[in-house]
């Protein structure tokens, strides 16, 4: 007999009962129901509401199922629907009455947005964990290569020179603001929804600060309304999800494209590449590939969610059941792919050598020939369409403007000197741009320090 059916003449028909049933999936909270269950316990025995006797029942009653759920004897039904009737049965079964007591002054509705809201919370410093050994990994890649000089792109076009330090760099950065946009939300979900009842509170004298505490959140929930139908942070967690498997889709795009023949910037290791079932000489990204892959998935998880939510009254309706899955779906995504894609970058084989080849055919010290004319006094303009012709004269020539001699650039601007040639020198373009944040190893060095010191901080 289900715990709600007081009310019904009949059993539920079982396409409904198994329709109705989350347990298959939302039994991975059975630790937060659980200790959700006895810091209610315990506030009601606090409180007056039940006795001193029952409530030492109860949360010794509780901390047997959990061991027992822990060590693998404990099998969850359809029959109770849920993960809170599972427990509150079992529970009852084993210390009688006393058991029925525990759902005084609560309901499933505040029960199951205090073990959701607890669940994701603890899931935040995991995922902040990864990040931070990657851009610990990001930063011990970036002092190795901190004088290797490889084309800066836009539009997919060489452009202009950096270092693969300040490459890795970026994507440190981005990195970052991932963590403080998982902190920020852990900061703002940290409030307690338990005490809010089905919707309207309760008449009982509880003690919702101390269950708050209790459970380490800062406060409850000012509005009992929206204490049992709020998810924006499970929302807000997967938007934070989204732009950070954004960030690892990018950078899994440049590695599928520098490991490539056609650029050869760098070489997985073999413990994170696969071969071909019939192509002998294919050594594939797929690592790199199924986390771009996989963006997509976290993406559809946050649609889903925001589907769900848009069109829902206050205060809790059944569709919210549906709110389990792609959080869960996107938290286990988000933690497969981090380590793993960690590991791969950590693994790579960096080939310098490459990546100068590619920054001595671009062009890519055009900038710093026209600012070399300019620094002599030509407009800057000026200077652009000198410097315009005389990348197309090299072009039709196969030439770089390094292989002009003196007598060709004077052909173009009298203020062209031998001094031209260390201004357009790729590596003196590189050690040139200290401005800040740019890639000259002095800027390098300090962003390698501001991330290391960033990591510091949360590794206290």
């Known amino acids: 007999m289900k715990l709600w059916s007081g009310r019904f003449g009949k059993e539920t028909d079982a396409l409904v009962n198994d329709f109705n049933a989350s347990i298959q999936f939302d039994q991975r909270l059975y630790k937060e129901d659980i200790t959700g269950s006895m810091a209610h316990a315990k506030m009601l025995g606090a409180c007056g509401i039940i006795s001193a006797e029952d409530t030492e029942s109860i949360v010794k009653g509780l ?17 109770n629907e849920d993960i809170h009737m599972n427990v509150e049965t079992i529970l009852t079964a084993r210390i009688g009455d006393a058991g029925k007591r525990l759902h005084t002054g609560r309901s499933r509705n505040d029960q199951v947005a205090v073990d959701f809201r607890m669940y994701v919370r603890d899931q935040i410093p995991v995922i902040i964990g990864q990040l931070l050994e990657l851009e610990t990994v990001l930063c011990r890649q970036a ?102 498997m954004m960030h690892l889709s990018r950078f899994s795009e440049e590695v599928i494209l520098w490991c490539s023949w056609e650029f050869k910037f760098i070489e997985l290791d073999d413990a994170y590449s696969t071969g ?147 201004a357009i020198n790729l590596e003196n373009c590189m050690a040139l741009r200290a401005s800040y944040g740019g890639p000259a190893v002095s800027e390098t060095t300090r962003q390698i320090e501001a991330i290391e010191a960033f990591v510091a901080a949360r590794n206290i």
Not at 63 to 79: M, R
Not at 353 to 378: H, P, Q, S, V
């Open 143 to 244: 002092k190795q290569y901190q004088n290797t000089v490889m084309p800066g792109y836009t539009h997919l076009q060489r452009a202009q020179p950096i270092s693969f330090a300040q490459h890795l760099m970026a994507y440190a950065n981005m990195f970052s603001r991932d963590i403080t946009r998982l902190e920020d939300c852990a900061a703002r979900m940290n409030e307690c929804p338990l005490g809010s009842g089905a919707l309207a509170g309760t008449t009982y004298p509880i003690d919702r600060w101390q269950t708050a505490k209790a459970l380490g959140f800062d406060a409850p929930m000012s509005n009992s309304l929206d204490g049992v139908s709020d998810r924006d942070y499970a929302l807000e967690l997967m938007s934070a999800l989204s732009v950070l």
């Open 276 to 422: 071909s079932s019939i192509m002998p000489q294919k050594k594939n990204p797929d690592v790199a590939e199924l986390v771009r892959g996989k963006t997509g998935r976290v993406y559809g998880d946050l649609m889903s969610l925001l589907t769900t939510m848009k069109g829902i009254p206050l205060a809790y309706n059944k569709d919210m059941q549906e709110d389990k899955e792609p959080v869960f779906d996107a938290i286990d995504t988000v933690e497969m792919c981090i380590p793993v894609f960690s590991a791969m970058i950590d693994t790579m084989r960096v080939l310098p050598e490459n990546m100068r080849r590619a920054a001595g055919r671009g062009f890519i010290n055009a900038t710093d020939c026209a600012d070399y004319l300019t620094k002599k006094g030509m407009p800057f303009r000026d200077a652009y369409t000198v410097t315009g012709r005389l990348v197309a004269a090299c072009t039709a020539q196969g030439k770089t403007l390094e292989d002009l001699t003196i007598d060709e650039l004077k052909t173009s601007s009298e203020l062209f000197d031998e001094d031209v040639y260390e």
């Open 63 to 79: 901390q047997s199922i959990l061991e027992d759920v822990e060590a693998g004897k404990v099998e969850f039904t359809a029959d």
